[in-house]
């Protein structure tokens, strides 16, 4: 059973920092592109970066670019998220998603984690 | 401001089909024809209910249906359920492993 566990989200001042964890398990973890998808309170869904099998291409949206870093670790499946000079508008669940390319499409998410900037 | 547009909220009766629509605002979208369709209900994570503008994946009910023409993909439920009832979003690939998501559409069975 394909499963994503994120986890590390909390409460967190502006200007700080704060490292999201996407644990991944019934799948070949390395076989697949990963994102980061957010959603800000009674809003939609926005995707906020991916990162290719081998961590090799890293893709980011603007509002994010400069702050953010995705990365991954094959050997134990996970995915990361690392957050820095958050902002209130970075308020959101944080949630991973698996990518199928001959789909196109983001089969499995996890549950999110909620990530709360305070000002 | 989301590069695909989509109504804010569809109603329907139980039984009935309903409709939402998700257009394509930028060029660059609708190069592509990697459509994606999210059910979420409140609290849950997104699942998709259709990929690749029209295909559907196993587990999905044959209720569900996308198509798309011209700059617009949409989203048909048919024999509309109670837990239909949910939160739908479009998707599309806008180039450079970089994704759009529509603004959201909230589905209400009446």
């Known amino acids: 059973e394909v499963q994503l566990v994120e986890s590390g989200g909390g409460l967190v001042q502006s200007g700080g920092s704060l490292r999201l964890s996407c644990a991944t398990s019934?799948?070949?973890?390395?076989?697949?592109?990963m994102i980061w998808a957010r959603q800000a309170p009674g809003e939609g869904l926005h995707w906020v970066a991916s990162?290719?099998?081998?961590?090799?291409?890293?893709y980011y949206v603007d509002s994010v670019k400069g702050r953010f870093t995705i990365s991954r670790d094959n050997a134990r499946n996970s995915l990361y998220l690392q957050m820095s000079s958050l902002r209130a508008e970075d308020t959101a669940v944080y949630y991973c998603?698996?990518?199928?390319?001959?789909?196109?499409?983001?089969?499995?998410w996890g549950q999110g984690t909620l990530v709360t900037v305070s000002s | 401001q989301s590069a695909l547009t989509q109504p804010r909220s569809v109603s329907g009766s139980p039984g009935q089909s309903v409709t939402i629509s998700c257009t394509e605002t930028?060029?660059?979208?609708?190069?592509?024809?990697?459509v994606s369709w999210y059910q979420q209900h409140p609290g849950k994570a997104p699942k998709v209910m259709i990929y690749?503008?029209?295909k559907r994946p196993s587990g999905v009910p044959d209720r569900f249906s996308g198509s798309k023409s011209g700059n617009t993909a949409s989203l048909t439920i048919s024999g509309l359920q109670a837990e239909d009832e949910a939160d739908y979003y479009c998707?599309?690939?806008?180039?450079?492993?970089?994704?759009?998501f529509g603004g959201g559409t909230r589905l209400t069975v009446l």
């Open positions: 019934g799948f070949t973890f390395s076989g697949y592109w």
């Open positions: 690749d503008v029209s």
């Open positions: 930028s060029s660059d979208v609708g190069v592509y024809n990697y």
């Open positions: 998707c599309s690939y806008a180039g450079n492993y970089i994704w759009l």
């Open positions: 990162v290719k099998q081998d961590g090799s291409e890293k």
């Open positions: 998603a698996r990518y199928t390319e001959s789909w196109h499409t983001f089969d499995y």
